[in-house]
């Protein structure tokens, strides 16, 4: 079945950076555009980045642009979210998500059919 598995969360000071990876199996990992959401304790999932099948097209939400970049590696079934110069306000769970079929860049939560777990990233004033 499918799976998607983040990883690389964690406790950061503001001004500092973490690379979140997530895994994904169970499927043609490179036929499928793929996501990076996040969601803050009392506070609506919201849409940060997203990346075509071939990792040639990207696209930011506003808040992350120019700090956030997402990547792939579809030799390695993984897809990337490096976070530099991390704000308090980037405090939430991030998830990854596989994009349904036929979507190749979108912002919204039902153009995804698969979700990871989530990581927590925590970032310090």
């Known amino acids: 079945q499918v799976q998607l598995v983040e990883s690389g969360g964690g406790l950061v000071q503001a001004g500092g950076s973490l690379r979140l990876s997530c895994a994904a199996s169970?499927?043609?990992?490179?036929?499928?555009?793929m996501g990076w959401f996040r969601q803050a304790p009392g506070k609506e999932r919201e849409f940060v980045a997203a990346?075509?099948?071939?990792?040639?097209?990207?696209y930011y939400a506003d808040s992350v642009k120019g700090r956030f970049t997402i990547s792939r590696d579809n030799a390695k079934n993984t897809v990337y979210l490096e976070m530099n110069v991390l704000k308090p306000e980037d405090t939430a769970t991030y998830y990854c998500?596989?994009?349904?079929?036929?979507?190749?860049?979108?912002?919204?939560?039902?153009?995804?059919?698969?979700w990871g777990q989530g990581t927590q990233v925590t970032v310090s004033s």
């Open positions: 990346i075509t099948r071939s990792g040639a097209t990207k």
């Open positions: 169970g499927y043609t990992f490179s036929n499928y555009a």
């Open positions: 998500a596989t994009a349904q079929k036929g979507y190749r860049l979108d912002s919204g939560a039902s153009a995804y059919a698969y």
